[in-house]
């Protein structure tokens, strides 16, 4: 039972005609399977569009098709509790309750927000997956996008705050103590999708597959010849599929890795010739500006490289380089607007194209 004490201010109400929470095709770089997977045929894989992106999957010949059923009907189902743009979904719910009362959700959705919150506790807020109603004001990616005025920005920054957000271990409820917090899982549901995509790939003991939810890529198993899995990282300046060098990583049998990438060039429009891009300043309310056009975060679980690409990219370089370099079997790769490119201490990163430059 609803009871509407709680004032929802309106510019929060209003849905974006067509939009989709996790948006983006952001092709990172497996479509340059061509230049990189080159002595790994590529079989035919499996794409559709879940999550507000293109989705591909490739078994390599290895899987049949009940396993590639199994992994989109998968996709699927975390995008029917995840995403806010069903109205139905677990986020809607809790977001729809915002200020009224807890929700009951299920185990999954729960233990992401409880990771979300993890990594809104250890960024100290430059991850905050209470976004939601910044996100919603800007509009980037909705066609209907523009600057807000400061006031309307303002307005907003106090539902920001991912402390308003009650998790009850034992009940599985999340509450939003405050009228007009809405929830954003943009920057983590679709780790924690490509995570599950691999657990049903490592189930049905296929040695090797490439699994790329819109730019967050796992790796699983070895490539044929057991040479290590090239993953490019997405020049910003040129067209989707076309890297300006490339990670390489190596899986164990049964094992996975995975390499998100959040940058300005996914999802962004411009107005006076400035670039608004979707990856938010949470205290300002405003695209975080830094330097930075896109951070590559490497790790072995992807919920935890999708959530650390977004808070690293937010919290700048010299914060996030800490950050990275404190966590253990993570590393990351900086590309900056002045073309430099940076990497963690233990990054194995080749830079391709030569008018970018590495910097010590
Ligand atoms: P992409 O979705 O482009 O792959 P990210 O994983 O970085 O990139 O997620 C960006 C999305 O996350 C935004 O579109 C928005 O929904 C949400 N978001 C934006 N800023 C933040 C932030 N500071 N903390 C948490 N989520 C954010
Ligand atoms: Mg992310």
Redesign the pocket.
């Known amino acids: 039972m609803r009871h509407h004490k709680c004032g929802i201010p309106k510019n929060i109400d209003k849905k974006i005609p067509g939009s989709f929470?996790?948006?983006?095709p952001?092709f990172v770089i497996s479509f340059n399977s061509f230049l990189f997977f080159s002595c790994v045929r590529a079989e035919p894989a499996r794409m559709e569009f879940i999550l507000?992106?293109i989705c591909s999957v490739n078994l390599y010949g290895l899987g049949s098709e009940s396993v590639y059923n199994e992994i989109f009907g998968r996709l699927r189902e975390i995008e029917n509790l995840m995403s806010v743009n069903i109205p139905s979904s677990e986020i809607s719910r809790i977001n729809a309750a915002a200020g009224i009362e807890p929700v009951r959700v299920s185990e999954e959705t729960f233990n992401v927000i409880k990771r979300?919150v993890y990594f809104?506790r250890l960024s100290e807020?430059?991850?905050?997956?209470s976004?939601?109603p910044?996100?919603i004001l800007w509009g980037?990616?909705s066609g209907s996008e523009r600057v807000p005025a400061s006031g309307e920005i303002a307005e907003l920054l106090p539902l920001v705050n991912w402390r308003n957000i009650e998790l009850d271990e034992e009940a599985k409820t999340v509450f939003l103590t405050q009228c007009g917090m809405s929830l954003?899982?943009?920057?983590?549901a679709?780790?924690y999708a490509a995570d599950e995509a691999a657990a049903i790939v490592k189930k049905a003991l296929i040695s090797r597959a490439l699994i790329d939810l819109?730019?967050?890529i796992i790796i699983t198993g070895e490539k044929k010849d057991a040479s290590p899995w090239r993953i490019g990282v997405q020049n910003p300046e040129k067209q989707r599929g076309t890297a300006l060098g490339y990670l390489q990583i190596t899986a164990a049998p049964n094992e996975s890795k995975t390499v998100?990438?959040?940058?300005t060039y996914?999802?962004y429009f411009e107005n006076d010739g400035i670039r608004y891009h979707?990856?938010?300043?949470?205290p300002l309310g405003y695209p975080?500006q830094n330097g930075l056009i896109s951070v590559t975060v490497t790790a072995d679980v992807s919920m935890d490289a999708?959530?650390l690409?977004?808070?690293v990219?937010?919290l700048g370089f010299e914060k996030g380089f800490a950050l990275i370099e404190s966590l253990d079997g993570i590393e990351a790769v900086f590309v900056f607007e002045d073309r430099s490119v940076r990497t963690t201490a233990g990054a194995d990163f080749t830079l391709t194209d030569k008018t970018y430059f590495i910097k010590k």
């Open positions: 929470l996790f948006i983006i952001v507000g992106t979300a809104a807020g430059a991850f905050d997956p976004i939601g910044v996100v980037i990616g954003d899982l943009g920057a983590i679709k780790g819109g730019g967050n998100v990438t959040s940058g996914e999802r979707h990856l938010f300043n949470p975080a999708d959530a690409s977004t808070a990219f937010v």
